[in-house]
């Protein structure tokens, strides 16, 4: 199954969030951004779309396929 690869954790470094700032603003656990940020789980459309716009960038930006 394909993953996506993510940019997360380089978007939260340059606003200053932590992982448990970002699960907040998004309304998941903690635990979920570790996961996604380690390439270990895809969000949901809609849970890729809130964390971009938390993130102040594009789902296209943030997420890429890696085969």
């Known amino acids: 199954m394909p993953i996506l690869a993510t940019r997360m954790k380089e978007f939260r470094a340059r606003l200053g969030l ?4 970002l699960a907040n603003m998004v309304n998941v ?3 979920t951004i570790v996961h996604l940020e380690k390439g270990k789980y895809n969000p949901s459309l809609k849970l890729a779309f809130d964390i971009a716009k938390a993130l102040e960038t594009t789902v296209d930006e943030l997420f890429s396929y890696d085969e």
């Open 18 to 21: 932590t992982q448990e700032d």
């Open 29 to 31: 656990r903690r635990e």
